[in-house]
């Protein structure tokens, strides 16, 4: 089913729910949608009700404003209007990734009972390098990544006004979608998978399933990544629920410290290694991921 429902700002959003039982929440990345958590999810649709929103600029809601300076606050109180209009309490809450930071975002900001239990897939509490912390997004190539983003933001700039991702100008086009291939294929820790993704979002053709429809609100977020300070180490042990944290051990987003920084700081928490798996680590092990998921909400 899918279910259209309205947020505190007049905005409308679109959630996804199957199953039957307990109530999770789910919380996709960036680039992702709420459609591909269904193969993952399917096996537990017996036991548990699953609640899954494509974020604002995303799937089905990528017509939504994002209309908040801070978008992690949009986001968040997004989160918050679904509950109120299911009327659901003492839910699981998960996310990977930009999901994740949106949940540790929420539960590091707010205490609330509605909450028992949190899924931290694949994320660091800082997206880029502090002097305290140099365990942000890409680890040694972090440098390169924070250089190709601004980049990508100047070059993009110019354009807001065009709608059409394919108006833009070719090479300004091409320059971004290289970008964003490469960023796409750092999920895999595969080399095979890798080029093929990158070949793939080369060609004209298969551009069209990888563009979003709204390109701004990617633009949007990553301008928001880019020039916000997006740092939760000073609030990360604030978080007071039950946490399992799943980490691809061959991430090159998100190093494997950075997950131990979580469990360190938060108290009532577990690490899960997925040693075969990088960033994506349901995609590259998606029995183990089934499993743990089960395991993560079955346990009390």
């Known amino acids: 089913m899918l279910e259209k429902i309205s947020t505190r700002d007049k905005e409308h959003i679109y959630v996804r729910v199957f199953g039957r039982g307990k109530p999770v929440v789910l919380l996709h990345g960036f680039g992702m949608e709420s459609r591909h958590w269904l193969p993952f999810i399917w096996p537990l649709t017996g036991k548990y009700q699953f609640f899954l929103p494509d974020f604002r600029g995303f799937g089905h809601s990528a017509n939504t404003k994002i209309n908040n300076p801070c978008v992690f606050t949009n986001f968040y109180e997004d989160v918050e209007d679904i509950l109120d209009y299911f009327q659901l309490d003492r839910i699981a809450l998960g996310g990977i990734s930009m999901g994740a930071y949106v949940s540790m975002f929420y539960l590091s900001r707010k205490k609330t009972d509605r909450i028992t239990k949190f899924l931290c897939i694949d994320q660091s509490p800082s997206f880029k390098h502090t002097n305290a912390f140099e365990f942000g997004l890409g680890l040694d190539d972090h440098e390169r990544w924070m250089f190709d983003f601004r980049n990508v933001l100047t070059l993009l700039s110019k354009h807001q006004s065009e709608k059409n991702f394919f108006d833009l100008p070719y090479d300004e086009r091409c320059y971004a979608m290289m970008k964003f291939a490469r960023f796409t294929s750092a999920s895999f820790p595969s080399t095979t998978a890798k080029l093929t993704i990158q070949t793939l979002m080369r060609t004209p053709f298969i551009q069209n399933f990888f563009v979003p429809a709204n390109w701004q609100a990617y633009y949007t977020i990553l301008n928001a990544y880019m020039n916000n300070d997006y740092n939760?180490?000073?609030?990360?042990?604030?978080?007071?629920?039950?946490?399992?944290?799943?980490?691809?051990?061959?991430?090159?987003?998100?190093?494997?410290?950075?997950?131990?920084?979580?469990?360190?700081?938060?108290?009532?928490?577990?690490?899960?290694?997925?040693?075969?798996?990088?960033?994506?680590?349901?995609?590259?092990?998606p029995v183990k991921f089934v499993i743990e998921l089960n395991r993560f909400l079955s346990d009390r």
């Open 232 to 285: 939760l180490i000073a609030q990360i042990h604030k978080i007071d629920v039950k946490t399992t944290i799943f980490v691809g051990m061959l991430s090159e987003m998100y190093p494997f410290e950075s997950a131990m920084y979580l469990s360190q700081q938060i108290t009532n928490s577990k690490l899960i290694a997925f040693k075969k798996s990088g960033h994506a680590v349901m995609m590259s092990e």
